[in-house]
């Protein structure tokens, strides 16, 4: 490259100084080039009704609350004790790594989801993305180690494992759910070629993208399976609270040996803009000279080197909206959980009124039925791509995500991911009108005669 | 190990479930477990005088300045036309990746400090600890890299680094501060041996852990230098502000040629428990296929995967306060600038005191002269490790941090940095005088009988 002298007269920089391909390979990951377009489209046609984003509603937040939840951490603090100069520290000054809510979130825990862990096994994260990133940090160790995750997967994670250099093997999913006898067969084929499949990630509920929901003997059974193949168990936990009707046992609450690592977020119920997510890794840890910690310890340490500590007033906001419902978050969710519930019913009703069960079978087109959380993945008979995406957003006004982003291997070309999460019923009723009338156009044109008059 | 059947009852849960050599090495690093002893130390002996954290003053510390700055902010987006909407909006949900008060600390970045960058070029990151790991995973792409810093260095960056596998190459770091001459020799050794030196990292002003500033002189001929051998500068800057007086010149502001990143946080001035940091890096990156992007984009691309972006609480908090000041982090400053000024010669004074220059070369100690800042460094003719340490807490009341764990390639045995920012001057001259009593019993012990009459 060219030698600019300090001092020249406005040495115009060089275009060249860095080239991407110098740079680390998960900037390169053409995932994120399609984040990229997908934002680029929902801003080029602002009038478009989008079920791409993956944000809860926020008709129920009230930008008091923010205020009141803080103030109520604070007079927690002070009536258990604190002086107001330390109440001013735990606000205002470096936290323990770990975080300082542990306990009211371990309290929450036990609350809400019957999950009865030490606050030592606890930490608290920058979000759930940060916990996924540092649990991926802690445990993986050698070049060996593989991380499992279903296909299609929550981009999150393997976008983590991409930033950390992971191996990846993907377990393809049912399309009623997770599939535990292709995960048992994705283990033995990585093994015998000399691997160690170190954890599997999962989504148990309402998981994103596929909006399934993992049934109960296959929790069991995915237990039993980690216990038998000796691997981890990453369960990600965010959309719990985000449907009508109580969740089914989240893997933790059913682990007895310590197979699970829970990851939790408040992202998608109570405050996204406060960042704050957890996890639990109560799993013992042997060094050579016989000394035993936590998992948690570990990614604490790792912890260190990223973020420091969670901001101390998103835990007080976080921590004080907790308290004034005698931690459970729950009961923060009755309002939304009917709400996303309402909406994805609205969402299943429409689809079956514009696309009548002979019509759909005609097209080859279908979708599953979740009875609440943000998604739900639609199939088609057409390529649902980047290019198919911005005719629908130009031509119909309305905007989804092609499912191909959330297969890491490659595929999911014919499957197209809604999220109904953001989105009033009005919108939801006339977007999906719009989305029906752009299948069905699509499929006509796709199709060959033959298929056609079938 | 053992295989447990879920089901059978109370399966204790085995204590070999996970082996710490089989985790990534990064939680093995020894500077960890110095730094837990540290704390222990610390826990152990609560009346001892503590000149070991290196964290802000907190008298100057106001609680309920968190809810001006806040509503601050809140009204700063009201009074430009965000509807009450936009505005819950913009604290409670998910923000933009890259930060939304990049705007506000661009002006900061002018008003203060003369640095004119779009705010395109700026990420706000979770402290500078986020924006270190984030800088570090985009430029460090290939096994060849090498990342250089100094010798002692803040042990920030060299985890970031571990946990990212990257190759250091430390440079020593001359009595009197930063030497370009040992830089420029090490980046030779390491091209000669087909490595590429990709970027320097460096605290200009007042650094952690020496306590040096970086003198004009050396500013420039360390820009030189980066031109000269194509590398980048890392230039972390958390210790401006914190010293009366105006500081030198930032090398960004010198930069002409985007030779140097720049690395910010308001955590040692405004806000510690915000953990709002940033990156400015508006270097050119060219694509294959000829497309442009800047750094800042590149490594906001990363920060999706490590926290996806940084609390909107966090960020309309920290924006408010600098609204508050026309951008001037600088005017937030005035008074704890002048107590570290005065902590730091306060300091001096009573080892002056203390320590005559008799008795002071008689001894073989010494110190170097900051005009503010945090730290300080002392030289001492003994093993100033973990185990003196130990003892210095419990038979002299005194705490401070062994230099070694700042020298992430060996070395430091016989300094001690000493942090004056937390301090009161009544516990800084007894603290002082503590320590004096230490240094100098065992300075008489660790010399031989003929070194003693000397």
Redesign the interface.
Known sequence: ?S??????SD?A?????????????????PV?DSMTFLNEITHRYPGAISFAPG??Y?GF???EQ??TW??GY?DHLAAAGRT??E???A?????ATAGQIRPVVADSLLADEGIDVPAESVVIT??A??AM?LTL??????PDDVLLVPDPCYS?IT??A???DLTLATVAEADDGFDCAALEAVILREKAASRRPRACYVIPDHSNPSGNTMGMASR?EL??LA??H?ILLLEDSPYRWVSPGPPLPTLKS?D???RVVHIGSY?KTL??????GFVVAD??????RGR??L?AD?IT??K???????????QA?VAGALLATGGRLSAHNTRPAARYGAAMRATLHALDANLPPRERAELGVGWNRPDGGFFLTVRVPFRADTASLAHCAEEYGVIWTPMSFFHPGGGGHHALRLSTSFLTDAEIEEGVSRLTRFIRARSDTTRSPEEQHV
């Open positions: 490259m030698v600019q002298r300090l001092g020249t040495p920089p060089s275009s060249t100084l860095l080239h991407k391909r110098d740079l680390h390979s998960s900037v390169s990951d994120l944000r809860p926020d937040f009230d930008t923010v205020f803080l103030r604070l107001p100069d109440v001013r520290t606000v205002f000054q470096y936290g920058v979000g993305q940060e990133l940090r802690a445990l993986f160790g050698g999150g976008g983590a991409r930033l950390l069991l237990l039993e216990e038998r000796d059913l007895r040996s310590h992202a405050f996204p803009g406060a960042r704050v799993q013992p840890v042997t060094d050579d035993t910690s998992l570990e340490r790792i260190g080197m990223v973020t420091v500590n969670t901001p101390s007033l998103s906001v």
